[in-house]
């Protein structure tokens, strides 16, 4: 069984940094492409970031250049730094894994129904 546990949620002030950190189990780490989503009250989830089984790491366009998603197999955990915070980035903020069938060398993030399993999510909260 996949089991996602996140941490690393937090309250801080614009332009301020966090990192994010979901560490898995249940699974061969290398066998999943793995994503962070988020969702602000009265939206839809969105992705922020993927990597995909050989590494190459996809970004949200309202992210790049802030956030960083790295994985560290040994831990079978991954992250997520972000940086240069702004109040738009307050969310719930979970990771997940894609089903095999979408994790596919270099895919787009993608829609959330592509992913299988999820943490509990943990709330992040940038004030002006």
């Known amino acids: 069984q996949v089991r996602l546990v996140e941490s690393g949620g937090d309250s801080v002030q614009s332009v301020g940094s966090l990192r994010l950190s979901c560490v898995s189990s249940?699974?061969?780490?290398?066998?999943?492409?793995l994503g962070w989503f988020r969702q602000a009250p009265g939206k839809e989830r969105e992705g922020v970031a993927v990597?995909?089984?050989?590494?190459?790491?996809t970004y949200a366009d309202s992210v790049k250049g802030r956030f960083t998603l790295s994985r560290e197999y040994t831990k079978g955990t991954l992250y997520l730094q972000m940086n240069n915070l702004n109040p738009e980035d307050t969310a719930m903020y979970y990771c997940?894994?894609?089903?095999?069938?979408?994790?596919?060398?270099?895919?787009?993030?993608?829609?959330?129904?592509?992913?299988?399993?999820w943490g509990q999510g943990l709330q992040v909260t940038v004030s002006s």
């Open positions: 249940g699974y061969f780490y290398g066998d999943f492409c």
């Open positions: 990597v995909d089984r050989a590494g190459t790491i």
């Open positions: 997940a894994t894609r089903a095999p069938f979408y994790c596919r060398s270099g895919a787009p993030i993608g829609r959330d129904f592509e992913y299988t399993n």
